[in-house]
């Protein structure tokens, strides 16, 4: 148990060292959460042009798509502008008084908002022949599942999207720290103590599995304090954080063991991670999945972590309504670290 | 510069190349990271040409009216389908509860609750915001059309938007060679730094050459390669993936550009460090940063305004802008113009300050 | 009279408080070896950067062949040949592209840098492996394939830089060797090293230096009488009430000049301890047993402790 703990306090020591990666893995996770937060406003706003002689109809027009929550209207004088920006996806859609006092409305056809806009641009219009300043029509939203009387923070998906992600890029980089104790020989000459295989494992995806810890409550903070997320069941959090982070140790691990330089660890870990986490559905929500991409991203153990958190978040499920999850990750997390057990005792005798 | 800086930044240059393309790790951070990450994102994004999204339509109120708004909008589907392939598709469910619970499991995307009165209820799902959006846009455009008491909406042509909407895999393709090229770009800084430890360092300067001209050759290798990378992500997902980057000419010049600004700003990054490994580590975490305040994560058609802003402060930004007039506006060179001068205009700055942080780091 | 290679004026360097290099002045003449021996941290490294011309110095002049030498200066840069301690290579790279590549830098033209880079994988011993990525090496081969590039431009001042630090004993010798045969080549040679064998084995004339000073220069004969060290032969036995006795008879014997007494049995100091090694046995055996003899040389590792106070390997 003690040439465990050391292993796991030596690594964790020259972890600490490295006060660059430090900053990457706490700094840039909260920078982009930041960024996004802010820029997004966790709602996406869609701009609506209208293209146009100054009139009252496009003044009013204007008017009207602003005064409905997350849109944008502006005017473009000219309409070949206008395409342009559509092709662009600078603007979402673009409403065009014609000579003859008739509307038509132009959409990216390849852009799902489109579809959403054109009901958008309807609804605008429909409510010029009312008199300006009418109240808007009632209509109640709400989200459905348990938590209908809970508010969700827009920032609930960016949030548990970015922890899964980060987790898992910072454990697989740090492998590069592996692969230099193993080439330096210090592991071999760990070996010559009583310590085994099986124990420089266990200790070296400790200390990862730490850092991975470590890095994934910093996310879970700071997403509850800064930005509202409400995490649901805590006892469901913290399992999905430990298995997560089990799973990214493990992962951690694995690459030290098998990549024969620190070199490739940094140069094939970041692009190899983003991968994994894009099909995971840490970057774009895998609704707009096609089928097969959809199979895919059911492989990645991010597809199961973010289901978690989302069924804790949004569903407010308990950790009896994560068990798929949660057997899924607790067997990525054996398998992966059997894998780096193995990995490291063949590349070791 | 002399002909014998000439010559050793040549020699430089040479041989830096010929060891990055010895390791496999530069390849990979070359070639293979950026067309897997393009490749990846492109196909996951392009796919939203085919997106239907299903929207249930509860009549809870069991009135005329309510009966009406739903038929109008199952009608409304049979007209829109027509002429839009499967965009929405309007079902009629059951009841609220069986709404709920087929949102749930993916049936539908959304739904409208209809009301004896005309009330208007949304049920969305957080975990599928486009669908969410969808749905409580027409749920709006009900409410406001039978608060407005018209019988017929009012008539709103739709026109074709012409031309090619902007590639999203080119966009990717683009956007993720900006990314990487902070990596292959950035090793020019780090290689002296791991020279000047190595001792090449002093022994190359025991000659008649340089910290200046040593300097150039390892950043010219490292440009060449960042550009060899961007060209064979354009090529294989033209060739391979179908994607549309624009005219080559134009396609060429940003490339140059990109690799100017991108190469100077991770120039810069590196001179700031002492160690390869800081170096290394600050590149990619400004490299990120940047990349993302430049919209290279955000699908395209989520980019709000404000990140539109910012992101003309970030070369990959400023890249990604004239990669998108190229791709989807079919634009000349003259066009470029203002977004090429941007471009040098940040490599010569930031890459003028880097050159001689990078000298002075590696002061022996 | 031989010609000077390297001469070294008043040179002085300092990184800011901090004294690194005080007013040396040596120099080299053609076909010399010349060791600067001196601890970890003497200035030996500095010393050796300001003469390779990498590093710019504070006063003091440099010349090579009669020309100036400084970062700027590139005119004796030719004559100079660097061997780093570190192996300064691109061990991505095999040992003929590392020699192509250094080659070019120093401005040789094509047919000549071909014929040289043969000539010197054959000194160093590399011709089999010179196709090899130099990281495949061992230890000492690196070391070989480091001496080889400082060769190839066939300088007329070869400066070496602690070339076997980290080195296995066999690979020690077998560069030991080959730096032996380079200075009797002809070629001009600064050896830096905290080893005092490899000094005394390899140079003409050895510098010490200590704190960024040159202490004393000379051969090691000059050195040794200059501190006034002897040759000592120690004797361990029981010489019991005898000792005095003991004392006496072998003070007779020409060439002792003093003797000690210890708590092991005696020590001798004498002008030639081979020469009354005999002698001195015969005269002492008498008067007790005699269990054990050895016998020490003074060497510059003794000159070192006379000159600083201090052991040479603290």
């Not at chain 2, 966009?171 to 001792?199: H, I, P």
């Not at chain 3, 140079?203 to 010490?208: E, K, L």
Request: charged share 15%.
């Amino acid at each position: 148990m003690r040439s465990i703990s050391a292993f796991t306090l030596a690594a964790l020591k020259q972890q600490a060292r490295d006060r660059t990666s430090i900053f990457f893995m706490i700094v840039l996770p909260i920078a982009i959460m930041v960024i996004i937060g802010t820029t997004f406003g966790g709602a996406t706003e869609t701009e609506i042009l209208v293209v146009g002689d100054p009139s009252t109809e496009t003044d009013r027009l204007v008017s009207e798509l602003n005064a409905l929550d997350g849109i944008v209207g502006s005017r473009e004088p000219d309409e070949e502008a206008a395409r342009s920006q559509l092709r662009r996806f600078d603007a979402e859609a673009a409403i065009v008084a014609e000579a003859d006092g008739s509307w038509t409305f132009i959409g990216n056809e390849s852009s799902d908002g489109s579809l959403a806009a054109r009901a958008i641009a309807q609804r605008a219009i429909d409510r010029l022949v009312l008199p300006p300043g009418s109240p808007q029509p009632v209509v109640d939203v709400r989200d459905i599942g348990e938590n209908r009387f809970i508010a969700q923070s827009p920032f609930s998906l960016t949030a548990a999207q970015n922890l899964v992600l980060f987790t898992f890029i910072t454990a697989l980089t740090a492998g590069g720290i592996i692969v230099r104790a193993r080439r330096s020989g210090v592991l071999r000459r760990a070996l010559s103590t009583p310590a085994g295989v099986g124990a420089i494992t266990i200790g070296l995806a400790g200390s990862w599995f730490v850092l991975a810890l470590v890095q994934s409550l910093l996310i879970y903070l700071v997403g509850a304090l800064a930005f509202d997320v409400n995490w649901g069941d805590p006892f469901g959090s913290v399992v999905l954080l430990i298995l997560f982070a089990l799973v990214g140790s493990g992962a951690g691990v694995l690459v030290g063991a098998l990549f024969p330089s620190e070199d490739q660890v940094n140069s094939i870990g970041p692009p190899l991670a983003l991968i994994l986490a894009a099909l995971g559905g840490c970057m774009v929500p895998t609704e707009v999945f096609p089928d097969f991409l959809l199979t895919v991203s059911r492989l990645t153990p991010h597809h199961w972590a973010l289901e978690g958190w989302k069924d804790l978040i949004f569903d407010r499920e308990s950790l009896s309504g994560i068990g798929t999850e949660v057997a899924v990750l607790a067997g990525y997390a054996l398998s992966l670290l059997g894998l780096a057990s193995a990995a490291l005792r063949r590349q070791l005798n | 510069m002399n002909a014998l800086s000439a010559h050793a930044m040549f020699t430089v240059a040479t041989t830096e190349l010929r060891r990055r393309l010895r390791s496999r790790s530069a390849l990979v951070t070359a070639f293979l990271a950026p067309l897997g990450l393009a490749v990846v994102f492109g196909t996951m994004l392009s796919n939203t040409e085919a997106s239907t999204f299903d929207i249930g339509i509860v009549d809870a109120g069991g009135s005329a009216l309510s009966a009406g708004v739903t038929d109008e909008l199952v009608s409304f589907d049979e007209q829109a389908s027509d002429e839009q392939e499967g965009s929405i598709v309007f079902t009629v469910v059951g009841s609220e509860a069986l709404a709920e619970e087929q949102i749930d499991d993916g049936t539908i995307g959304a739904a409208i609750v209809v009301g004896a009165t005309g009330e208007i209820l949304v049920l969305k799902s957080p975990d599928r915001p486009i669908s969410a959006q969808v749905g409580e846009s027409i749920g709006y455009s009900i409410g406001g059309s039978l608060q407005t008491g018209l019988t017929e909406p009012t008539p709103l042509a739709t026109a074709p938007l012409g031309g090619r909407p902007l590639n999203v895999m080119a966009y990717y393709g683009a956007s993720m060679a900006g990314l990487l090229l902070f990596f292959t770009v950035g090793t020019a800084a780090r290689s002296m730094l791991e020279d000047r430890d190595n001792s090449t360092l002093p022994r190359m300067l025991s000659g008649p050459t340089n910290v200046g001209s040593i300097l150039s050759g390892k950043v010219l290798a490292a440009a060449t390669l960042g550009a060899l990378g961007f060209v064979v992500v354009w090529i294989i997902t033209t060739a391979a993936f179908g994607a549309t980057w624009g005219s080559p000419a134009g396609v060429i010049l940003m490339i140059i550009g990109t690799v100017a600004a991108i190469g100077g700003v991770s120039l810069f990054i590196g001179g700031l460090t002492r160690t390869p490994q800081q170096a290394e580590s600050a590149q990619s975490v400004v490299g990120f940063m940047l990349a993302l305040i430049g919209g290279a994560f955000v699908p395209p058609t989520d980019t709000p305004a404000t990140l539109r802003t910012l992101s003309r402060f970030s070369p990959n930004g400023l890249s990604l802008q004239g990669f998108s007039a190229l791709n989807a506006d079919n634009a000349g060179i003259r066009d470029l113009f203002p977004t090429l001068v941007g471009l040098v205009v940040f490599g010569l700055v930031f890459g003028g300050v880097g050159l001689q942080l990078s000298k002075r780091s590696v002061q022996i | 009279m031989s010609s000077t290679v390297l001469e070294v004026q008043g040179l002085a360097k300092k990184f800011g408080d901090r004294t690194a290099v005080n007013e040396l002045s040596f120099h080299v003449d053609a076909g010399e070896t010349f060791g600067l021996l001196g601890p970890n941290g003497s200035g030996k490294t500095t010393t050796m950067s300001m003469i390779a011309g990498i590093l710019g110095a504070d006063s003091g002049s440099i010349r090579v062949g009669g020309q100036p030498v400084g970062p700027t200066q590139h005119g004796a840069k030719g004559q100079i040949g660097l061997v780093p301690q570190d192996i300064a290579l691109y061990e991505d790279l095999t040992t003929r592209e590392n020699l192509d590549f250094f080659g070019r830098l120093q401005n040789m033209d094509g047919a000549r840098r071909k014929a040289r880079i043969e000539q010197v994988l054959e000194i160093v011993g590399l011709r089999d492996r010179a196709d090899d990525r130099v990281d495949e090496y061992s230890g000492g081969m690196k070391r070989r394939a480091n001496i080889a590039v400082g060769l190839l431009h066939e300088p007329s001042l070869l400066i070496l830089d602690e070339p076997t630090v980290g080195v296995d004993p066999q690979s020690r010798n077998q560069i030991l060797d080959s730096v032996e045969h380079l200075g009797q080549s002809g070629l001009s040679v600064i050896y830096t090293t905290h080893y005092m064998e490899e000094a005394e084995r390899l140079c003409d004339r050895v510098g010490i230096l200590d704190h960024g000073s040159l202490l004393a220069v000379g051969s090691q004969r000059e050195l040794v009488s200059r501190v006034g060290q002897e040759d000592r032969i120690v004797v361990s036995g029981v010489f019991t009430d005898q000792t005095e006795i003991a004392v006496g008879e072998v003070m007779t014997l020409d060439g002792v000049r003093s003797v000690d007494v210890t708590s092991v049995g005696l020590e001798l100091n004498v002008s030639d301890a081979s020469a009354i090694l005999v002698a001195a046995l015969a005269a002492l055996s008498p008067h007790g047993e005699v269990q054990g003899v050895e016998i020490r040389e003074p060497n510059l590792e003794a000159v070192f402790l006379s000159l600083t106070g201090r052991a040479l390997r603290d």
